[in-house]
């Protein structure tokens, strides 16, 4: 069972960053891709990045690309999702998670519990 916690949403100016960060609780943190996912209300969640094992292999959706960058420390079982010049449809609810990998919710076991981003305008 890995259990993951998201942090570091919030509110924010248009053009402005966050940093999202999630912790996973597993020795095995290392054998999982992991991913960003967004859900804005009445939407269906949507990837936004994703990262493999090692961290060699990033891949994101293309209305994030150039602005968003996904990383991992394996020392520290997190993975971050540093989010620039962000604007008001990147509101959403944020999720991590940790499996196989790929682009659809279905290749993940795990999730976290989400964290809220609000872009103002």
């Known amino acids: 069972q890995v259990q993951l916690v998201e942090s570091g949403g919030g509110l924010v100016q248009a053009g402005g960053s966050l940093r999202l960060s999630c912790a996973a609780s597993?020795?095995?943190?290392?054998?999982?891709?992991m991913a960003w996912f967004q859900q804005a209300p009445g939407k269906e969640r949507e990837f936004v990045a994703a990262?493999?094992?090692?961290?060699?292999?990033?891949y994101y959706a293309d209305s994030v690309k150039g602005r968003f960058t996904i990383s991992r420390d394996n020392t520290k079982n997190t993975v971050y999702l540093q989010m620039n010049s962000l604007r008001p449809e990147d509101t959403a609810d944020y999720y991590c998670?940790?499996?196989?990998?790929?682009?659809?919710?279905?290749?993940?076991?795990?999730w976290g519990q989400g964290t809220q981003v609000t872009v103002s305008s």
């Open positions: 998670a940790a499996g196989p990998g790929g682009r659809s919710t279905v290749n993940y076991d795990y």
């Open positions: 990262i493999g094992w090692s961290g060699g292999g990033t």
């Open positions: 597993t020795r095995t943190f290392s054998r999982y891709a």
